[in-house]
């Protein structure tokens, strides 16, 4: 029996699946809706704020954070408020933070392997995929850290399939690449800030 008829075949099942999305639905319509309502001058008084009260370090705290847990923030978020900071201490700076929060997502996935539904789940995938989960997986990661794809979900899938942390930690790295895109998009002014 699969995954669909078992299901099928218990409405509870159904029930906590709604139950269980419906919060996470919630905040991300939440969210959405705060961004719409505060507008573009709000945003901006906010930002100078946040600007003027916090340093450096806070804003990669902010960086780690939305890059280890799956969230609906950006990095990109702050980089309006960095470039008053020079290119050669910000980018390496928030790519490390960055990296580090790829990693932090990785030991997550780690942990929620030990969530028995998730582990069948990974058991099914791997007798399905897993050739080209081993021979493709950290690649993704590589490919998620420079292009716009969800890296902290991608970060803990790896985790939860228990590739190389070697790897993704390396490969986590080239996140700086990404920092050094979004800090000379706002610094050049490509991005309105």
């Not at 470039?83 to 990785?106: H, N």
């Amino acid at each position: 029996m699969d995954l669909k008829d078992k299901i099928s075949k218990n409405p509870k099942i159904k029930f906590y699946i709604i139950v269980g999305t419906l919060p996470i639905v919630l905040m991300f319509i939440g969210f959405f809706i705060f961004i719409q309502k505060m507008g573009r001058q709000n945003f901006e008084y906010y930002a100078d704020i946040i600007n003027n009260q916090f340093n450096l370090f806070s804003m990669c705290v902010y960086i780690w954070v939305t890059d280890t847990f799956i969230l609906p923030l950006s990095p990109m978020f702050v980089f309006p408020m960095l470039i008053q900071y020079p290119w050669y201490i910000v980018i390496p700076v928030t790519g490390l933070a960055s990296a580090l929060g790829g990693v932090s997502s990785y030991l997550l996935g780690r942990l929620l392997d030990k969530v028995s539904i998730i582990n069948r789940a990974v058991l099914r995938t791997y007798e399905k995929w897993g050739a080209y989960i081993d021979k493709y997986g950290t690649t993704f990661v590589l490919v998620a850290s420079i292009f716009p794809l969800p890296f902290s979900a991608v970060c803990m899938a790896a985790g939860v399939m228990k590739l190389n942390i070697f790897r993704v930690s390396l490969y986590s790295c080239t996140r700086i690449l990404r920092m050094a895109i979004y800090y000379f998009m706002f610094y050049l002014g490509l991005v309105a800030s």
